[in-house]
């Protein structure tokens, strides 16, 4: 992409993106009042739970600003919705509307960001002044308290969607990637700190996993499987016009890791409330989440993998519709070698993306739990958790998916260029 920015519109979008994601990064520094950030901050280092909620937070959580919350909010609320389309008539006939129709779900998504932040405010301000580290605040400093964090997430939804409108890439994911990238460095120098002279051949062996990991992300995401299509007779030759479907192997691309990580994060959030209750049957469940849900734990990372592999499935089916792409063909004249226009087609493409996302699923929940793997066979791996597979794979999907859309404008400019 050569003197892409010498284009005025491409490099106005790029300096718009740059200049959101400085306000957001500055947002990560408004703290809210009420809570002792140096006890916050010791608690946050004990907890690796915390370490990756401070990663999604941007920041946010271990200076305790306004967007301590991050977009989680609005990413259950997405998830939510997205269930409820399968389930409920209306709202599915809504996806199939369109433009229109995803706009209007959008909108509910975002009505329903609104009790989810308060819950959630709440909910953080309970499990820390559990915690002892934030102290008992009064109904006005508590209301104070909620609706800064409320205002914060609904405000990083608003910037997001500035980014997808006038910026360059999905904002959702932007603020994530610039979330993950802004603690690279700490968790690289953390990283450091803890080698020693014994752990060459441990790093190098690391090091050469994170490129392999890389590698795979890479192939995996730009994978597609071409799905050969045939037109009817054109022309005066009446020769066939041939062409090809492509099916992304990995159809959801990070969606479901985000959605996964909103979900997994639940118990381990639960637990330490329920496991400082008076009750023996609620401490008995908080007792079992602490134990058995922390990043280290075996049933963590494999109720973890299997949320990834089930939302990869589920993110696929949502996003990609056979029954209306072999509608699409048999109405333009088209047709798989060998297979018949209709419901033979949908049967043979629902076939295909299942078996390939597959495929895609099984790799991104490896990806997911590439730490806790990685940690069994080399012991620094315990200490690299916010450069882990998670945050690995987002920040590589995001910069694919960015720099694709850059080709995209830039050979977009051209050919209108050319045809004036």
Do not use: C
């Not at 605040?137 to 006038?166: A, H, K, M, N, R």
């Not at 920040?395 to 209108?416: A, F, G, I, K, W």
């Amino acid at each position: 992409m050569p003197g892409i920015l010498k284009v005025p519109e491409i490099r106005n979008k790029i300096l718009f993106t740059i200049f959101i994601l400085l306000v957001f990064r500055l947002l990560a520094h408004v703290p809210v009042p009420g809570v002792d950030l140096a006890s916050l901050r010791s608690y946050l280092a004990s907890s690796s739970l915390f370490s990756i909620f401070n990663i999604f937070s941007g920041g946010g959580f271990q200076n305790f600003s306004i967007i301590t919350l991050g977009l989680t909010p609005y990413i259950n609320a997405s998830i939510i919705l997205q269930l409820f389309t399968a389930v409920i008539p209306q709202l599915e006939e809504l996806s199939k509307e369109g433009e229109s129709g995803r706009a209007k779900i959008n909108q509910y998504t975002k009505l329903l960001t609104v009790p989810l932040a308060i819950i959630q405010s709440y909910g953080m301000y309970f499990l820390l002044k559990s915690q002892g580290v934030v102290s008992n605040l009064d109904p006005l400093s508590l209301l104070v308290l909620v609706f800064s964090f409320v205002g914060g997430s609904l405000l990083l939804v608003w910037i997001g969607d500035l980014v997808t409108e006038q910026g360059i890439g999905n904002g959702v994911s932007l603020l994530i990637f610039a979330g993950i990238v802004s603690r690279l460095p700490a968790s690289v120098y953390q990283f450091i700190s803890t080698l020693q002279a014994s752990d060459l051949a441990d790093l190098i062996l690391f090091v050469v996993l994170s490129l392999l990991v890389v590698l795979g992300i890479v192939y995996v995401n730009e994978g597609i499987r071409k799905i050969p299509v045939e037109y009817g007779r054109t022309g005066r030759s009446g020769a066939y016009s041939s062409s090809y479907l492509p099916l992304k192997v990995n159809q959801a691309g990070v969606i479901p890791i985000i959605f996964a990580v909103s979900v997994v994060l639940v118990p381990s959030i639960v637990g330490p409330p329920l496991l400082a209750l008076p009750y023996g049957f609620l401490n008995t469940i908080g007792n079992f989440l602490v134990t058995y849900f922390s990043p280290q734990a075996v049933v963590y990372n494999i109720f973890y993998f299997m949320l990834v592999f089930a939302f990869t499935y589920f993110y696929t089916t949502f996003q990609f519709d056979p029954s209306k792409i072999a509608d699409d063909l048999k109405k333009r004249g088209g047709f798989i070698p060998g297979i018949r226009p209709g419901k033979e087609t949908e049967r043979y493409l629902k076939n295909v993306t299942t078996r390939i996302t597959l495929f895609g699923g099984v790799f991104l929940g490896l990806v997911a739990v590439m730490p806790f793997i990685v940690s069994s066979f080399v012991p620094i791996g315990n200490s690299v958790g916010g450069i882990g597979g998670t945050g690995l794979l987002i920040v590589v999907s995001v910069v694919l998916e960015t720099l694709r859309q850059l080709d995209s404008l830039n050979v977009t400019r051209s050919y209108d260029s050319f045809l004036n």
